[in-house]
């Protein structure tokens, strides 16, 4: 994809040096300067431990063809004072206003936006997560569809699947739709995603334009609040799985039948339960699944009572109950 063409993908920029249409293909996204090569977009973040603007040379010096930098962050006369010094050409340079916010939005216009051609899943809570993702995977399968799946053990890509050895319980954004563009190039027909709260965050944002239709809340109880310091900044976290079901996306051709409708699961014998529904639908009380929404909606609560009774699950060799 070009870069001009990649770029109106980002609803706020400023471009420092010339970028002209049909020019500057790129090749691959990369915000770690080691993993730049010829043709990269190079986008800069600053982390908790590192400061990615330090390693602009060395990301052009491998090939970069533009990077993308925080107007937070960026010294735009030291960046061009270095380069000038190591006899490197100036390529352009978008500044935004959080380059972290910029991963999602360009790994999923770059991949051309894989999460449309797939029924996605998404699953949060605090327990439970890995389990339910894994066996959603598996019920989906023994339906006869083939099924992707990224959780913080395992990633899986049809019959094929290896440890998530990324040390990050949900991926990065690149990663991820890295992953959805595979499944849907392997002839998958849903992803199952463990969306943690860090994930979900808006300082993070890691999976938005994951297009999900269903999402499904198991539980809450006080856990991360050294990252979202309140539980009420993690319940929002959370819930911002239920709201993303709204996500606006561009129509695109091959489209997955499933987008006509959207499911909001939530676990009710959990008593955070009603902090994850969704505030413009009816509420749901009772024992009832189905509840009166708009069409393209499909709210659902559980219950314990209204679960299947105890059944024996198979999966990759192991036995449960």
Known sequence: ??????????????????IFPGTHTISS???????????????????????????????????????????RHWNQQHTEASLHEQDLLMPPFIVVPDSRLTLAPLAAAFYHYPAQRLGVVGITGTK??????????????????????????????????WPNTTRQ????????????????????????????????????????????????????????????????QYRRDKARLFEMLGEPLPSISGMHDVKQHKW??????DPQHHFSWPPHLPPCSGSALPCTAP???????????????????????AMGR
């Open 169 to 232: 319980s949900t991926p990065e954004a690149p990663e991820i739709q890295a992953l959805l563009y595979e499944m849907v190039e392997a002839g998958c027909d849903y992803a199952v995603i463990e969306a943690t709260s860090h994930a979900l965050s808006l300082r993070w944002q890691r999976v938005d334009r994951c297009a999900f239709d269903v999402a499904v809340f198991t539980n809450l109880s006080h856990e991360h609040l050294d990252y979202h310091g309140t539980f009420e």
């Open 264 to 269: 909001a699961i939530v676990n009710a014998d």
């Open 128 to 161: 439970g997560k890995t389990t339910s993702t894994t066996l959603v995977s598996a019920a989906l399968e023994g339906g006869g569809y083939g099924t992707g799946m990224i959780t913080s053990v395992d990633f899986k890509i049809a019959e094929r699947i």
């Open 29 to 71: 996204l990369a915000y770690d300067s080691r993993q730049v090569q010829p043709g990269s977009l190079f986008i800069a973040i600053s982390g908790t431990r590192v400061d990615g603007h330090a390693f602009i040379d060395q990301a052009v010096q491998r090939g970069a063809l533009a990077v993308v930098v925080d107007e």
């Open 1 to 18: 994809m070009n870069l001009h063409d990649l770029l109106l993908h980002l609803p706020q920029q400023r471009i420092v040096g010339t």
């Open 295 to 317: 069409p393209i909606f499909k709210p659902m609560i559980l219950r314990q009572h209204l679960l299947a009774p105890p059944c024996t699950l198979r999966h990759r060799g």
